[in-house]
């Protein structure tokens, strides 16, 4: 799934060079941090996140079989911050232990 993330925004960004993505596995959650350019981050997030929020439909349509749960965050370079998270982070997702955690909706 990384790879396939990596093929979407590659088409999305004018610095298709500096993407970089993490991939954090969990028992039964995997993370993919994405990280973009400068001046790209507005590409990948969108008018009003619709960009973003396409990605990770995608992403969770393509993973819906594996029976893992797949998160997307973008992370600001410049300031090591995650960009519209789409859960709130506990214990780093807690994703070495079997702990299950709740999205928040903002």
């Known amino acids: 799934m990384k790879e396939f993330i990596e093929y ?3 088409y999305l960004v004018e610095k298709p060079e500096e ?16 990280h973009v350019g400068d001046g790209d981050m ?8 619709q960009t973003v929020r396409s990605l990770r439909t995608l992403l969770t349509a393509s993973t819906a079989k594996q029976g893992k749960r797949f ?3 973008i992370l600001d370079n410049r300031k090591g911050k995650t960009v519209l998270p789409p859960i709130k982070r506990v214990n780093d997702l807690s994703l070495t232990s079997s702990t299950n955690f709740k999205t928040e909706r903002k």
Do not use: A, Y
């Open 19 to 34: 993407i970089h993505i993490n991939k954090i596995v969990g028992n039964s959650t995997v993370l993919l941090e994405l």
């Open 42 to 49: 507005g590409k990948v997030i969108g008018r009003r996140g």
């Open 71 to 73: 998160i997307l965050e």
């Open 8 to 10: 979407l925004v590659k």
